[in-house]
Structure formats: structure tokens, C-alpha cells
């Protein structure tokens, strides 16, 4: 870990941080980003996803350097505290803003917990090129003792606050060497486990060795967002499939894998089964079969759910022709459960076993996880031109 010269909005210049950050790029739909962008001429969603080529972005970072809206700051970490509610309960989730170390995954060190898809990765890596910044950060999860006692928030200063939608945001920067060199040591021996921003990562990656960048080259490292794998504030949501066609594919499946039994919509909150097969407003639970071979799937994910979905369900169905979709919140989930349209509702997975799975130099299926919520970009930016 090490500090960074970050770029951050001078409001004085760019006007109300509440109008200027927006949310990471993959969540955001065309409608959102059209809010955005109306919102203010500077608003950060015309670099984390530009309407047009990716040279307009490092075209608009550059602009608004130049005129001030952007300004550097003296190498630093940031603890920024997120505010939101979730089932009617407000909460606050703490974490780090700092430039972490690239290392591949066979090292042991920055560890992922779920593949990726390839055109995501793409289209980063073309923004990493023609900005040659970190628009937005990865999301890493670490042990609380190492980000705690070191950056207690009475060595950190107000660097500035914002709402976006119903969510809180609070800066505080740490600028005090001293500080920063027990942080960076408290991290050393330390394990990263990747939440989210995979693909931001590998992303990251693949741009220093394309570079050929020297070991401690400013291209070795990558914004990270780090929270505690312990803190009161972490909430993973399941990431639910949606399958369009392949009925009789999937009844096979469900025939030839599972045990089901009918299971009340209110239930679901109490009982919080592992796979719910959602069909015209009847809700199946199903259990795998004791005879249900798994050997071919690796020993860290045959307890879990969404592994088990994935592989007796979930492949059969598209190897069939079906469509997938995926979506975390459940309501939706379940309204979209019609018209032939048949959803299967996921147990969400805990750090303790993303840790373990990764720990174990597993990979779990893609659209795993659903981290809420996410972490704002145009916060903080880090410019590989700055340090």
C-alpha cells in the first residue's frame, strides 16, 4: 500500500460535490447516466462512461484540470465513511482509499473470488489507456486490524461531503507520513480479497505488463477502496438468475438433481433457503440430491448455493438456448418470474466464505456476489501521471 497525489473536485471551481460523483460504471443504465450527465457539466459520469470514444474523457480530465475544477493534492490515504439504508436500517460502512500494489492472482496476495466476463475488461482497459487514470477504485476487503489502529479517524482532516441519491458521503484525508508508513506496514502481510472491480483489476494488470512497467512504476498500482471483513457495514446481496426459454431443459434439471417442496413468498426472509425456484407465483425450494454427483466441481463450492445453481440449473438451461439475466434485488427477481420466465432465487454468500474460497485458490461463477452499496467514482482519482 502507499499514499496518492489524488485528483479531487475543488468545489469552490466545480461547484456541489452532490452533483459531480456518480456511481461505477457497471451499474449504471442509459437512463441514470442521462440524469447524470444532466445533472452538471462536470459530472463525473462522462468519465467513468463516456458517451462517446474514450479520448473524450481523457480530453475532459484534462480540461478541468486546467481550469481548476480538478486539483491534486499532496500524496495521501482517505477514510470515507458511506451511509445508507438497507431493510428500513441505517447504516455506515468505513473504508480506505489508498494505491495498492498489483500482483497476480497466483501469488497469493490480491486474491478474486469469481471469474469475469472478457468485454467488460476490454472496454476499461481502452479508458486506461487514453486516460491513464483510475476513474474508479477496486473493492477490497482486508482484516479490520490492519485499517483500523493505524488510521484512526482523529488523524484524518474533513476533505469534503456529498449525497448521492439517498446515500452519505464523508471524506476524511490522511496527509501525516508517520501515519501513512504504519499503515502501509500493518497491510504488508496482509491478504486483499477482491469484492468488487475484477475486471477493473485485472484491467490494471494486464495495462503494466502491456507498459512493461518496472516494479514500482506508478502502473503497478491501482486505486483500491479497502473495508473491513468484519465491518458492521459490509452487505453482500445474492445475484439472482432470470432464465428465458429452455423450460423443459430446466424441469429436466430440477427432476434429476433436486428434491423440491412448495415454500410460502413470506417465508423466504425467515427461512432464507439456498436455491427457490420463483414460476407463476409459486415459490419451489430445492435441495440438491444425496446422489447428485459433484466431483467435478471444486471442493471450496459444493456447499454453496449459487455454485450448485450454476451447474445443475443454470448450464443445463443454456447449453439448451435459454437467456440469463441477473439481478440482485429479489422483488424484481420475482416480478420478472412470469410470462414464461422462470427465476431462481439465491442464499447470498458471506465474506468469511468468499474469503475461503479464495483462500483456496478458487474462483466462484461470475455474477456471484452483489456488494451494496457501491462505491462512488469521482471522489478520488488516481492519475498514473501524478504518482
Known amino acids: 500500500m502507499r499514499a496518492f497525489p489524488a485528483l479531487r473536485y475543488d468545489e469552490r471551481v466545480a461547484g456541489p460535490l452532490d452533483r459531480l460523483i456518480c456511481p461505477p460504471y457497471d451499474v449504471i443504465s442509459a437512463e441514470q447516466r442521462a440524469d447524470l450527465a444532466g445533472r452538471d457539466p462536470r459530472n463525473f459520469v462522462r468519465v467513468e462512461l463516456p458517451e462517446q470514444d474514450h479520448q473524450s474523457a481523457a480530453a475532459l480530465l484534462a480540461h478541468w484540470r486546467a481550469e481548476g475544477a480538478l486539483a ?19 447504516l455506515w460502512r468505513r473504508g480506505v482509499f489508498a494505491a495498492l500494489r498489483l500482483y497476480p492472482a497466483n501469488a497469493g496476495i490480491v486474491l478474486p473470488h469469481e471469474l469475469t466476463f472478457p468485454k467488460a475488461k476490454a472496454d476499461r482497459l481502452e479508458l486506461l489507456r487514453a486516460t491513464r487514470a483510475n476513474t474508479s477504485p477496486i473493492f477490497g476487503m482486508v482484516d479490520g486490524r490492519a485499517i483500523r489502529a493505524p488510521l484512526a479517524d482523529g488523524a ?3 476533505a469534503g ?4 441519491g439517498e446515500d452519505q458521503h464523508v471524506l476524511r484525508r490522511v496527509a501525516d507520513r508517520g501515519t501513512i508508513d504504519a499503515f502501509a506496514e500493518a497491510m504488508r502481510d496482509e491478504r486483499v480479497y477482491l469484492a468488487d472491480g475484477h475486471h477493473r483489476y485485472e484491467t490494471a494488470l494486464n495495462y503494466a505488463n502491456e507498459r512493461n512497467a518496472p516494479p514500482n512504476a506508478d502502473e503497478r498500482f491501482v486505486l483500491a477502496y479497502l473495508c473491513a471483513l468484519d465491518d458492521p457495514g459490509l452487505r ?4 439472482h438468475r ?17 428434491t423440491s417442496s412448495p415454500i410460502d413468498r413470506g417465508a423466504l426472509g425467515d427461512i432464507q433457503p439456498g436455491i427457490v425456484l420463483v414460476r407463476n407465483g409459486r415459490f419451489t425450494r430445492l435441495e440438491p440430491r444425496a446422489s447428485v454427483d459433484l466431483s467435478r466441481m471444486p471442493a471450496a463450492w459444493r456447499e454453496l448455493p449459487v455454485a450448485l445453481a450454476e451447474e445443475l440449473l443454470v448450464r443445463p438451461a443454456r447449453e439448451d438456448g435459454a437467456e440469463i439475466a441477473y439481478e440482485h434485488d429479489t422483488e424484481r427477481a ?9 427465476a431462481i432465487l439465491l442464499r447470498a454468500v458471506d465474506p468469511a466464505t468468499l474469503r475461503a474460497v479464495a483462500d483456496a485458490g478458487e474462483r466462484l461463477p461470475q455474477k456471484t456476489t452483489y456488494f451494496y452499496p457501491k462505491v462512488p467514482a469521482g471522489l478520488v482519482v488516481r492519475s498514473l501521471d501524478l504518482g
Not at 236 to 239: C, D, L, P, R
Open 161 to 164: 461531503r456529498a449525497t448521492l
Open 236 to 239: 453482500i446481496f445474492a445475484t
Open 72 to 90: 491534486v493534492d499532496a500524496p495521501s490515504v482517505y477514510i470515507h465513511w458511506h451511509g445508507f439504508t438497507v431493510g428500513g436500517v441505517h
Open 242 to 258: 432470470v432464465i428465458s426459454g429452455a423450460t423443459s431443459a430446466l424441469d429436466a434439471a430440477v427432476a434429476r438433481s433436486f
Open 156 to 158: 484524518a482532516v474533513e
Open 334 to 342: 420475482i416480478d420478472a418470474a412470469r410470462d414464461g420466465r422462470v
